[in-house]
């Protein structure tokens, strides 16, 4: 079909820079090793931090929720989608997160595009990290509120854009709980004594803490033990929890005015039965079965520590992302698919998604992982370091 001739020369580009990339197409479940291509190798590149994806209590949770509630919800929430499991999830949510309530959305996408478009007015101001994950970017695009962008996790630059909005009528911040390229950590102590002394609003997203930080996974603000501290907890279901999804914890006031004026919520579809089963399902899982995010950490130190022996620049992170850092987006490319042929599954992400110059190859450790499969990881980025002269 003619008309979109347009687009190819960006496509070129793209293909002139290396960046240009296929799907990769996964021929097995989601586990600690993946068939791609034919070939069994390594996984380095999903967020399914705890192996929930393929939990057999959560498996078991979805499947009978088919049999008895079928495959879809056949409506918005407001109209006729809610289900009784829908409620009684977020109330068990708001439970697990010592908040006052909880709200659902299709995914953390869609939750912060939800929230941060809705919540303020013109009268506001957001004042967001400049790392904030393109989920918060475009919430904030939507928002009739002011925009300011702060440095990232520079607690000077953060108090300045405070001092220099106390016009208005609100001021929200918000931060990710853990940055997803770099996986370092938010300042949450500092970011929330900030907001109390100039009586601003503290939101963060947890979608990379969400089971992976904090008493039984649940997320930065019980991590640094800052409960009822910080008024929105945006999570996400689809990570670590291993499902789809995403949530609001906040205060019931907060819940009761997303229902109507959260356009996510309001004009798409619920989660089916099976989504919301199993979501339930993790948060048991959580529960009772904490040594997953200990394997989990314990996994992240291991490999950490032999990226680091190896000579590898692996920038800030404190978290089970780990970034590999090569510079050159095409180099990157080849980096990964020089690690695929070696048995490791492990993305390059360029720009746009990360800085010019910054292009990296993106690890994230599993629970699942066995000592085996880091070890084989690990002699794969040491062979392809060499032959590319990374180290
Ligand atoms: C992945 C991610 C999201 C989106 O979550 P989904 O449930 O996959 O839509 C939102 N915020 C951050 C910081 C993320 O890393």
């Keep these: 079909m003619k008309g979109f001739e347009y687009l190819d ?55 009978q929720a088919v049999e008895k509630y079928g495959v879809g919800t056949g409506s918005v929430r407001t109209i006729a989608g809610t289900f009784t499991m829908h409620e009684a999830f977020e109330q068990k949510l708001a439970e697990f997160k010592h908040t006052e309530a909880a709200i659902v959305f299709q995914s953390g996408f869609t939750a912060n595009v939800g929230v941060l478009s809705s919540l303020l007015s013109d009268q506001d101001v957001v004042i967001s990290d400049e790392l904030n994950h393109a989920s918060i970017i475009d919430g904030i695009r939507l928002t009739k509120a002011s925009r300011k962008i702060y440095k990232h996790s520079d607690m000077k630059d ?58 039984n996974g649940r997320g930065t603000v019980d991590h640094f033990d800052l409960n009822g501290r910080v008024h929105i907890q945006v999570g996400t279901l689809s990570k670590a929890i291993g499902v789809l999804g995403g949530y609001i914890a906040s205060t019931q006031s907060v819940r009761d005015y997303l229902i109507h004026k959260a356009r996510p919520f309001l004009f798409s579809t619920s ?119 990374i180290i």
Excluded at 11 to 38: A, H, Y
Excluded at 39 to 54: D, I, M, P, R
């Design 271 to 389: 989660h089916p039965p099976a989504v919301t089963a199993a979501c339930e399902a993790a948060v048991d899982v959580l529960l009772q079965e904490p040594e997953l995010i200990e394997k989990l950490w314990n996994n992240t130190k291991f490999f950490k520590k032999g990226l680091a022996e190896l000579g590898f620049d692996t920038g800030n992170s404190e978290t089970p992302i780990t970034p590999v850092i090569i510079g050159d987006g095409g180099l990157c490319m080849r980096f990964s698919d020089e690690l695929f042929h070696e048995g490791v599954f492990a993305q390059g992400i360029a720009f746009p998604t990360v800085a010019k110059g910054k292009a990296r190859i993106r690890t994230i450790v599993t629970a699942t992982h066995t000592t085996e499969d880091l070890e084989k990881a690990l002699g794969a980025f040491e062979k392809v370091g060499r032959k590319l002269d």
């Design 9 to 63: 020369s960006e496509l070129e580009e793209l293909k002139v820079q290396g960046v240009f990339r296929k799907l990769i197409e996964l021929e097995s479940d989601q586990g600690n090793r993946v068939i791609i291509r034919g070939k069994e190798v390594v996984q380095l590149s999903s967020n399914n931090y705890l192996g929930l994806t393929n939990h057999p209590r959560m498996k078991q949770a979805a499947l």
């Design 158 to 215: 953060l108090e300045q854009a405070l001092q220099e909005t106390q016009n208005y009528r609100k001021r929200l911040v918000v931060t990710d709980g853990v940055f997803s390229m770099d996986g370092d950590i938010a300042s949450l102590p500092q970011i929330v004594e900030l907001c109390e002394k100039y009586d601003a609003l503290v939101m963060v997203d947890d979608a990379h803490s969400s089971g992976v930080l904090g008493r």
